[in-house]
């Protein structure tokens, strides 16, 4: 039987982060990954969409030019060359985690885990079975989509996020039920190909979990690029019709309150993608007896990652809560850390999310309503990118930069953005947010011109 100081099972961002911490730290570390290294971030998420994504814009971009005195005549797409190159980010980040394994001396196994005892893990491939031990186990096994009882929802053409990043179609009408994270983000690259996008979401807005300013405004921005949005809508059918294409029959009242009252309204499409969000993934991990405590299929852990099972750890989709690859990376390191008694790698408290749309989303820290819920004297401040050189220069959006900061001490609480490169500027607030700055104090900071993020220093000074 091989022995190590650590075993990780999962080799998505969180996992292959700690792995690589733990090695780096000078523990024999093990990553053992059923699939490919990347986990669904590089292989069915944040990369392939990102990778949609551009070629999205590059095609509108192109189809725009005329307007900065490019001239392409005639542009098109190819979505068989949009996919292959897809696959091309995909393998050359791939290769590149493989490569850091070596260097870093992390031993990566490819097969089944399946945690036997809180120190032993079998590993199962098809051409044999190997016993592992170890002093600590790592679960870092992440989510999948989830898939809603809706009639209708196994037809062919009806898809999760998974299946649409592998799509080799020009697709005409795509509906898509819910309208959170990765709804929005795939409306956006769809919308820009010249796809007619419905989106159905049950709840009263988008993006229910986010800022009610920045989902009004995205629901704006987003009518006006020609997306259909049905909010308070719930589906009853997906139907397949005799020529193949798929109806989705739904209701617009509230969800929660009579979804059979209301005229039954309908929304043709030639693909359904379902994003009503992600569930912790488990199946056939644990030995029976061998399984730690879990809540609504979430591995439960403490401040320190450990499970209810002494020397067995989680982090990251797992254990639910954020699921973003940057916290499970961040979650990761720290989880190994606190194994060795060493003070963390990441500060956990404030975790940016961004939402890649046209224009971008980020937001960190706090919003107004939950400065307000916690009962601490806020104010605010919001800037308009219409006036940005930068944003006029490139015809960018229409957008706003908003901070929310301590009344009396100007500290600030959070930062809400929805412009250019928005994704890439909300580090200046992790940062400012993780040092405890004023706003006064990251106002000094001299920004290039001209830029985007001047218009941070404008946000923070009147
Ligand atoms: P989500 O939780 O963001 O949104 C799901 C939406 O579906 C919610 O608005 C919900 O109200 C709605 N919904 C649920 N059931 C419904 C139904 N039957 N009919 C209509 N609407 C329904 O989940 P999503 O978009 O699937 O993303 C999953 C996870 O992936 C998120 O937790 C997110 O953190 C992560 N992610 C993050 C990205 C980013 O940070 N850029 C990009 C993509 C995914």
New binding site residues.
């Given amino acids: 039987m091989k022995e190590y100081d650590l075993i990780v099972i999962g080799a998505g961002p969180g996992g292959y982060e700690a792995a690589f911490e733990a090695s780096g730290l000078g523990m024999k570390t093990a990553l053992v990954e059923k699939d490919a290294v990347g986990g669904t971030c590089l292989n069915r ?2 990369i392939p ?1 990102k990778a949609l994504l551009h070629s999205a814009e590059l095609y509108k971009s192109a189809a725009d030019a005329g307007k900065f005195g490019v001239c392409f005549g005639e542009v098109s797409f190819d979505p068989v060359r949009i996919r292959e190159r897809k696959e091309e980010v995909v393998l050359k980040l791939r290769q590149g985690i493989e490569g850091t394994a070596k260097r870093k001396k992390t031993e990566i196994i490819y097969g089944k885990a399946v945690v036997e005892a809180a120190d032993t893990v079998r590993v199962i491939s098809e051409e044999d079975e190997e016993l592992l031990r170890a002093k600590h186990i790592l679960i870092a096994t992440g989510s999948v ?1 989830v898939l ?1 009882p ?1 009639p209708g929802s196994t037809l062919p053409g009806v898809v999760t996020s998974d299946g649409l990043l592998n799509e080799t179609e020009k697709i005409g009408r795509l509906v898509i ?7 929005m ?1 795939f409306a956006a690259a769809y919308a820009m190909l010249g796809t007619q996008v419905t989106v ?4 009263p807005q ?4 986010l800022d009610k300013e920045i989902a009004r405004s995205l629901k704006m921005q987003m009518t006006k690029d020609g997306v259909l949005i049905r909010t308070s ?3 009853r059918e997906i139907r397949q019709e005799a020529d193949g294409s798929l109806v989705c029959d739904y209701t617009e009242e509230a ?1 929660a309150k009579d979804a059979d009252a209301g005229e039954l309204l309908h929304a043709e499409a030639d693909r359904v993608l379902i ?4 569930r912790a993934y488990t199946e056939g991990l644990f030995k029976e007896g061998a399984a730690p405590e879990t809540d609504r299929g979430r591995i439960v852990v403490n401040e320190n990652f450990e499970t209810s099972v002494p020397g067995i750890y989680a982090i990251g989709d797992v254990t639910g809560g ?3 690859a940057h916290y499970a990376a961040a979650a990761g390191k720290n989880a190994v850390r606190r194994m060795l008694g060493l003070p963390d790698a990441a500060d956990l408290k404030f975790v940016p ?4 749309t046209k224009p971008e989303i980020a937001c960190v820290g706090m919003t107004e309503d939950e400065a307000k819920t916690a009962g601490i004297p806020y104010s605010s401040r919001k800037v308009l990118m219409g006036a940005n050189g930068k944003t006029v220069v490139t015809d960018g959006e229409r957008g706003y930069i908003r901070v929310v900061f301590e009344k009396e001490s100007g500290k600030i609480l959070g930062a809400q953005m929805m412009c250019e490169r928005a994704t890439d500027m909300i580090s200046e607030f992790t940062e400012a947010l993780t040092l405890g700055l004023t706003t006064e104090e990251l106002a000094r900071a001299i920004r290039p011109h001209p830029t985007y993020s001047e218009a941070i220093t404008e946000a923070l000074r009147d």
């Avoid at 039920?177 to 709804?183: C, D, L, P, T």
């Avoid at 988008?206 to 979990?209: F, K, M, Q, V, W």
């Avoid at 999310?353 to 890649?356: A, E, N, W």
């Fill in positions: 998420g944040c969409t989509p809603p809706i039920i819910g309208g959170g994270v990765i709804s983000e159905i979401e049950a709840m988008i993006l229910p979990n809508a719930r589906v969800a994003a009503v969000g992600r954020v699921m973003l999310s961004c939402i890649y």
